[in-house]
C-alpha cells in the first residue's frame, strides 16, 4: 500500500469519522470525549505499573476436541509452572480460564493441546405499555396442559447480569435464587452505594421478565435466578460471563437471558460459543443484539450465537416529537432523547442559537437564555455539553453527529436539560438557516407512533457464518421497569432481549418438552415484520422476521425452523452454483395438512429455485425438506441480497428471510482496536479484531493539524481472522497528540479507523 493513498484516505477519513467502537478492556484509559466518540485520546497508563510484556492476565483457553480440559491443564501447567488456573470449563466449553504474563502466551500456542487462547474481553449491560403491546395482557387467561393460566409458572429463567435487587417489592416473590460470580458466594444482590458504584441494570432486565406486583413482567409467575456477572462498574469479562452461563445450566435453568455484549462481531467468540452449547444442552439463550446501529454490521458477540436468539430492539407506542423550523417548514425530523436527561416536553417554539461544539468557550459573547442550543458532537461528552448549556440558561441541546446518520446517545450521570441527538444532515441543515436568517425557531410536533426500529438497534449480519442477525426485534424504547428501591425507563437491546426470555417462559410452560429450536420457531414464525417511515419493510439483517407477537407465538399451528436462511457467498468468477439448505416443517395443529414452499415470485436473472412441490403432515409430525438455489454468480452485481422464502398451509403462512452475498461483503475489516504505552518510553502494545483476517494492516502516523504524514508506526501482511496483537517501538518522534489511520485491506476491500493517539515518553506526565 503507497503513502499516497493512505494519505488519501486519511483526509476524507478525518472528517468522518467511522463508527466503530472498542471492547472494553482492563488497563483501557479512560476516553476524554463523549462515550459514543470514536476520536477518543488515550493517555498513557502510570509509569509505576509493570511493563507490559511482564504483566499478568486472564486468557480463555479453549482445548482440542481429542484432548480434555483436564488434560490440557496438566500439560499446560507442566510447561509454564507460574501459571495459575483460575477456572475450568467442562460443561459448555472444552477449556479453562488461567493467569499468567503476557510473554508466556507464545509458549502456549505451540502445544498439540491448544485449540486458541483469547484475552478476556469485557461486557457491559450492551412495561407497562410494552408487555400489552406484544400481547401479554392477552394471554393471562390461557392454560397450559395442566389447566394453568399461563404466566411462566414453574418456569426456571437465569438473568445473567448485573446482580437483582430480590428485596423488591416486585420482585421478592419471583426471586427463586442465583449466584455471584464476582464475590463467589450465593448473594446475587445488585451492587449497593458502599461496594462501589451501585449497578441497576440487572433488576431492570428481571422486572421486565418477572415483576409481579406494581409492575407486571412478560410471565410474572416465572421463577428467576439472578447470576451477578457485571461487577459495580457494570463491567465483566469473557471468564465471568461464561463461568456464570455454566453455573446456571447446572443449576437446571430452563432458559437463559444476557443483556450484554461487546463489540466483536464474531460467532467464535467463547461466549458465543458457550451459548451455543447451552443451547445444545436443551436450555433456551436469549441476548441482546447490541447498542452500535444503525450501521450494519455492528452486533457483537454473544448475539453473533448461531442457536441463541439474538434480540435487536424497536419501538412500542411512544409520543414521539418531530421539530420543524416553523409552520412553513415541511421537514419534520425526529429526534433520540439521550438517557439521563430530561424529556423532550416543549409546547411551544424556541430560538435557535448555534454553540459550535458547546464547551465554554463557545459560549463567549452569546445569550442563550431561554434557547435551544445546537451542538456539534465530538471533544467533549454530551455530560459536559448538558451542564455548560444548562449553566448559560439554555433550554435544551441538540447535538448533532459528526459523521453520517444517526446515533444513540447516553448521559453519564442525570442532568436537569433536555439532551436529543440528530443526524448530521439535520444539523447541518439547521445551521445553514442559521447563516441565512438572525432568528431561527425550532417548534415541536408530537406523533403516535409505534414499531420503528430504533437507532442504536446493533445490525446484522454476522461475519464468517454469515448468519442473519437479529432473529426477532421487540420493544426497548422507554420500557419502564423495576430498579433498586424504585423504577425507571430505560432504552436499549437490554431492554427487548427480556421481553423474547420472559415470552419463551410461557411457550415453555405451554409446551414444557419443546426444545430450543422449536422455541426459537416460535417466536422467529409468528414475529410482525415492520417497515420504516416511507413504508419500506426493514431487511431481515435488522429486524430478524419482525416484532414479536406473543399470543401468535404460542398459538403456533406450524413450525419451521431455522427461521432464517443464509446461502452464503460467493465470487462472480464462480461458474454454475448450486447450494442446498433444509428446513423442518412441523405440523403443530390437530389435523392433517398439506404444505407448499413457495421461493420468491419474482425470480432474478441468474437464480433458480428448486424446493418440494408439497407435502403432507399429520398432527404433531415433522419432516426436514431441501430447499436448492441454483445461482449464475456472474449474472449478480457485488453486493447484499435478501428475500422471504413461504411455507403455505391454507390461509396460513411462515415467512423465512434468507440471504446470500455476491463478493467478500463490506463488512469491517478491522474492530476493537485499543492502543496503550507500555512502560519503557516509546514503546506500544496495540490489538485489533479482524473478522476475516486481513491481506494487509497498518498504522500510519499523521501530524493532527496539517494531517501531513510521518511515519508507519507498524505494518503486517497475511493476518489470519480473530484478535491480532503486537508490541512497537515508536522513536524519533515529538511527544505529543498524532492522528492515527488504522486501516487493512482484505480481498480487495479496505477498511479504515481514525484515531488520536498520545506519543511520548513518562517523563511529560505531571
Keep these: 500500500m503507497t503513502k499516497t493513498t493512505w494519505k488519501t484516505i486519511l483526509f476524507v477519513f478525518l472528517t468522518m469519522t467511522i463508527a466503530v467502537s472498542p471492547i472494553h478492556q482492563m488497563g483501557s484509559a479512560e476516553p476524554?470525549?463523549?462515550?459514543?466518540?470514536?476520536?477518543?485520546?488515550?493517555?498513557?497508563?502510570?509509569?509505576?505499573?509493570?511493563?507490559?510484556?511482564?504483566?499478568?492476565?486472564?486468557?480463555?483457553?479453549?482445548?482440542?476436541?481429542?484432548?480434555?480440559?483436564?488434560?490440557?491443564?496438566?500439560?499446560?501447567?507442566?510447561?509454564?509452572p507460574s501459571m495459575t488456573v483460575r477456572k475450568t470449563f467442562t460443561t459448555l466449553y472444552n477449556g479453562f480460564s488461567v493467569e499468567l504474563l503476557r510473554k508466556d502466551v507464545e509458549r502456549l500456542k505451540s502445544l498439540e493441546c491448544i485449540n486458541r487462547i483469547d484475552?478476556?474481553?469485557?461486557?457491559?449491560?450492551?412495561?407497562?405499555?410494552?408487555?400489552?403491546?406484544?400481547?401479554?395482557?392477552?394471554?393471562?387467561?390461557?392454560?397450559?396442559?395442566?389447566?394453568?393460566?399461563?404466566?411462566?409458572?414453574?418456569?426456571?429463567?437465569?438473568?445473567?447480569?448485573?446482580?437483582?435487587?430480590?428485596?423488591?417489592?416486585?420482585?421478592?416473590?419471583?426471586?427463586?435464587?442465583?449466584?455471584?460470580?464476582?464475590?463467589?458466594?450465593?448473594?446475587?444482590?445488585?451492587?449497593?452505594?458502599?461496594?462501589?458504584?451501585?449497578?441497576?441494570?440487572?433488576?431492570?432486565?428481571?422486572?421486565?421478565?418477572?415483576?409481579?406486583?406494581?409492575?407486571?413482567?412478560?410471565?410474572?409467575?416465572?421463577?428467576?435466578?439472578?447470576?451477578?456477572?457485571?461487577?459495580?462498574?457494570?463491567?465483566?469479562?469473557?471468564?465471568?460471563?461464561?463461568?456464570?452461563?455454566?453455573?446456571a445450566v447446572e443449576d437446571g435453568v430452563d432458559i437463559l437471558n444476557l443483556s450484554l455484549g461487546n463489540t466483536v462481531n464474531g460467532p467464535d467468540w467463547p461466549t458465543s460459543v458457550a451459548l451455543d452449547k447451552a443451547v445444545e444442552k436443551g436450555v433456551v439463550a436469549v441476548t441482546s443484539n447490541g447498542n452500535s446501529g444503525?450501521?450494519?454490521?455492528?452486533?457483537?458477540?454473544?448475539?453473533?450465537?448461531?442457536?441463541?436468539?439474538?434480540?435487536?430492539?424497536?419501538?412500542?407506542?411512544?409520543?414521539?416529537?418531530?421539530?420543524?423550523?416553523?409552520?412553513?417548514?415541511?421537514?419534520?425530523?425526529?429526534?433520540?432523547?439521550?438517557?439521563?436527561?430530561?424529556?423532550?416536553?416543549?409546547?411551544?417554539?424556541?430560538?435557535?442559537?448555534?454553540?459550535?461544539?458547546?464547551?465554554?468557550?463557545?459560549?463567549?459573547?452569546?445569550?442563550?437564555?431561554?434557547?435551544?442550543?445546537?451542538?456539534?458532537?465530538?471533544?467533549?461528552?454530551?455530560?459536559?455539553?448538558?451542564?455548560?448549556?444548562?449553566?448559560?440558561?439554555?433550554?435544551?441541546?441538540?447535538?448533532?453527529?459528526?459523521?453520517?446518520?444517526?446515533?444513540?446517545?447516553?448521559?453519564?450521570e442525570p442532568v436537569d436539560i433536555p439532551v436529543v441527538s440528530v443526524s448530521k444532515e439535520v444539523g447541518e441543515r439547521f445551521k445553514e438557516e442559521l447563516n441565512k436568517k438572525k432568528d431561527v425557531f425550532i417548534q415541536t410536533i408530537y406523533r403516535e407512533e409505534e414499531d420503528f426500529i430504533a437507532p442504536f438497534s446493533s445490525r446484522g449480519p454476522v461475519t464468517h457464518t454469515w448468519d442473519i442477525k437479529p432473529d426477532l426485534v421487540a420493544p426497548g424504547v422507554a420500557i419502564d421497569s423495576t430498579i433498586p428501591r424504585g423504577y425507571l425507563d430505560l432504552n436499549?437491546?437490554?431492554?427487548?432481549?427480556?421481553?423474547?426470555?420472559?415470552?419463551?417462559?410461557?411457550?415453555?410452560?405451554?409446551?414444557?418438552?419443546?426444545?430450543?429450536?422449536?422455541?426459537?420457531?416460535?417466536?422467529?414464525?409468528?414475529?410482525?415484520?415492520?417497515?420504516?417511515?416511507?413504508?419500506?419493510?426493514?431487511?431481515?439483517?435488522?429486524?430478524?422476521?419482525?416484532?414479536?407477537?406473543?399470543?401468535?407465538?404460542?398459538?403456533?399451528?406450524?413450525?419451521?425452523?431455522?427461521?432464517?436462511?443464509?446461502?452464503?457467498?460467493?465470487?462472480?468468477?464462480?461458474?454454475?452454483?448450486?447450494?442446498?439448505?433444509?428446513?423442518?416443517?412441523?405440523?403443530?395443529?390437530?389435523?392433517?395438512?398439506?404444505?407448499?414452499?413457495?421461493?420468491?415470485?419474482?425470480?432474478?436473472?441468474?437464480?433458480?429455485?428448486?424446493?418440494?412441490?408439497?407435502?403432507?403432515?399429520?398432527?404433531?409430525?415433522?419432516?426436514?425438506?431441501?430447499?436448492?438455489?441454483?445461482?449464475?454468480?456472474?449474472?449478480?452485481?457485488?453486493?447484499?441480497y435478501h428475500d422471504v422464502i413461504k411455507v403455505k398451509s391454507g390461509s396460513e403462512t411462515v415467512r423465512v428471510p434468507y440471504m446470500f452475498f455476491v463478493e467478500e461483503p463490506e463488512y469491517p475489516r478491522l474492530m476493537a482496536f485499543n492502543f496503550e504505552q507500555k512502560t519503557e518510553p516509546q514503546t506500544f502494545h496495540y490489538e485489533v479484531y479482524f473478522p476475516g483476517g486481513a491481506d494487509q494492516f497498518g498504522i500510519a502516523l499523521y501530524d493532527p493539524d496539517t494531517f501531513q504524514f510521518i511515519k508507519y508506526i507498524d505494518v503486517q501482511s497475511e493476518i489470519d481472522r480473530g484478535m491480532f496483537e503486537q508490541d512497537v517501538s515508536v522513536e524519533g518522534i515529538e511527544p505529543g497528540i498524532y492522528k492515527a489511520l488504522i486501516f487493512a485491506e482484505k480481498e480487495g476491500h479496505e477498511d479504515t479507523i481514525v484515531k488520536d493517539i498520545y506519543i511520548g515518553g513518562w517523563e511529560q506526565l505531571d
Design 32 to 80: 476524554l470525549l463523549d462515550t459514543q466518540s470514536t476520536d477518543t485520546v488515550f493517555y498513557p497508563n502510570r509509569p509505576d505499573l509493570p511493563d507490559r510484556e511482564n504483566e499478568s492476565a486472564i486468557f480463555i483457553i479453549e482445548t482440542k476436541e481429542n484432548h480434555s480440559a483436564l488434560e490440557a491443564i496438566e500439560r499446560v501447567q507442566s510447561e509454564i
Design 119 to 247: 484475552e478476556v474481553a469485557y461486557y457491559e449491560p450492551s412495561l407497562d405499555e410494552s408487555v400489552p403491546f406484544i400481547g401479554g395482557d392477552e394471554i393471562r387467561q390461557m392454560l397450559d396442559e395442566e389447566g394453568e393460566n399461563l404466566t411462566g409458572k414453574g418456569v426456571k429463567v437465569a438473568v445473567i447480569d448485573t446482580g437483582m435487587d430480590y428485596e423488591h417489592p416486585d420482585l421478592k416473590d419471583s426471586y427463586y435464587g442465583g449466584y455471584d460470580v464476582i464475590d463467589e458466594d450465593d448473594d446475587p444482590m445488585e451492587t449497593k452505594q458502599e461496594q462501589g458504584m451501585p449497578t441497576i441494570h440487572g433488576t431492570h432486565v428481571a422486572g421486565i421478565i418477572a415483576a409481579n406486583g406494581k409492575l407486571k413482567g412478560v410471565a410474572p409467575d416465572a421463577e428467576i435466578y439472578a447470576y451477578r456477572t457485571l461487577g459495580p462498574t457494570g463491567m465483566g469479562t469473557t471468564e465471568q460471563v461464561i463461568s456464570a452461563i455454566e453455573k
Design 294 to 412: 444503525p450501521n450494519l454490521w455492528t452486533v457483537g458477540s454473544p448475539g453473533t450465537s448461531t442457536k441463541a436468539i439474538s434480540v435487536g430492539a424497536s419501538t412500542p407506542p411512544m409520543r414521539v416529537p418531530y421539530l420543524t423550523l416553523g409552520p412553513n417548514d415541511d421537514h419534520e425530523v425526529p429526534i433520540l432523547p439521550m438517557q439521563r436527561s430530561q424529556k423532550w416536553e416543549f409546547k411551544r417554539s424556541y430560538p435557535l442559537e448555534f454553540v459550535d461544539l458547546g464547551k465554554e468557550e463557545d459560549y463567549e459573547d452569546k445569550n442563550v437564555a431561554g434557547k435551544i442550543v445546537l451542538a456539534e458532537r465530538g471533544q467533549i461528552s454530551f455530560t459536559y455539553k448538558a451542564k455548560i448549556a444548562k449553566k448559560a440558561g439554555a433550554e435544551a441541546v441538540i447535538v448533532y453527529n459528526h459523521s453520517d446518520g444517526e446515533f444513540a446517545g447516553m448521559l453519564e
Design 492 to 640: 436499549g437491546t437490554s431492554m427487548s432481549a427480556p421481553h423474547v426470555a420472559g415470552a419463551a417462559a410461557l411457550i415453555k410452560q405451554k409446551h414444557p418438552d419443546w426444545t430450543p429450536e422449536q422455541i426459537k420457531a416460535a417466536l422467529m414464525n409468528t414475529a410482525k415484520p415492520i417497515v420504516d417511515r416511507e413504508g419500506k419493510e426493514y431487511p431481515p439483517h435488522v429486524q430478524g422476521t419482525g416484532r414479536l407477537q406473543l399470543l401468535d407465538a404460542l398459538n403456533a399451528k406450524t413450525l419451521v425452523y431455522p427461521g432464517s436462511l443464509t446461502f452464503g457467498k460467493w465470487l462472480r468468477t464462480d461458474s454454475r452454483l448450486e447450494k442446498t439448505v433444509e428446513i423442518t416443517i412441523e405440523n403443530n395443529s390437530g389435523e392433517r395438512k398439506r404444505y407448499t414452499v413457495e421461493p420468491p415470485f419474482q425470480v432474478p436473472d441468474g437464480i433458480q429455485w428448486k424446493v418440494p412441490f408439497s407435502l403432507y403432515l399429520s398432527p404433531g409430525e415433522k419432516k426436514t425438506v431441501p430447499i436448492t438455489m441454483d445461482v449464475f454468480p456472474s449474472v449478480f452485481t457485488e453486493g447484499i
